[in-house]
């Protein structure tokens, strides 16, 4: 059958999330001075098993948002289980800006290199939208966030919120206090 992929072997997919990962924290680390070579290293693979994965450096850049973003999803469904969907959503938040504090943003390496962070990305940046949505929509639901708080504020708060962290390098106690405003603003006033 041409043109279906056949799924990868156990090793195979070991090998692809070592290289993903080192990819993630070479790249967090060194920016666009990352080499493939260095991040083969840190794996602990060949260059030739990145290259059977990923055949170019932006083909890997990619995987590894795409594979954050999975991450940040399953996150996101976790906590909509929650017994309690009002700090579910805060928790959500906090840990999307402390993970912009510690990291340097791929989509910032992405920009550097003049590769746009969002190509291919349709469906999962639409399955992250509805996980966060739905986080949301059960907080709202029981009366811990306002019900004039929509997707798109949501969504550029957020954003907002993780470059200001990220760029700034906010200290937890400045991230606290921040959020602790922020999310003041964001609970129903009765």
């Known amino acids: 059958?041409?043109?279906?992929?056949?799924?990868?072997?156990?090793?195979?997919?070991?090998?692809?999330?070592?290289?993903?990962?080192?990819?993630?924290?070479?790249l967090a680390r060194d920016g666009l001075s990352a080499s493939m070579r260095t991040i083969a290293q840190h794996a602990g693979v060949g260059l030739g098993t990145i290259y059977r994965h990923f055949p170019t450096q932006e083909a890997?850049?990619?995987a590894v948002i795409i594979d954050r973003t999975q991450r940040l999803i399953a996150e996101a469904e976790a906590l909509s289980a929650a017994d309690d969907p009002g700090a579910a959503f805060f928790e959500y938040f906090t840990r999307i800006v402390v993970n912009a504090t510690q990291k340097k943003t791929l989509a910032d390496v992405l920009a550097e290199a003049d590769i746009d962070p969002k190509a291919g990305m349709a469906d999962i940046s639409r399955d992250m939208r509805n996980a966060v949505n739905k986080l949301l929509v059960r907080a709202q639901k029981v009366g811990a966030v306002r019900q004039d708080l929509h997707m798109p504020e949501l969504l550029a708060l957020l954003a907002a919120t993780c470059m200001a962290a990220e760029r700034n390098q906010w200290s937890h106690e400045l991230r606290a206090r921040t959020l602790a405003i922020l999310f003041d603003g964001l609970r129903p006033h009765h």
């Open 60 to 62: 890997l850049y990619q």
């Open 1 to 26: 059958m041409l043109g279906e992929a056949r799924p990868l072997r156990a090793d195979a997919q070991r090998n692809r999330a070592r290289v993903l990962e080192a990819a993630e924290v070479i």
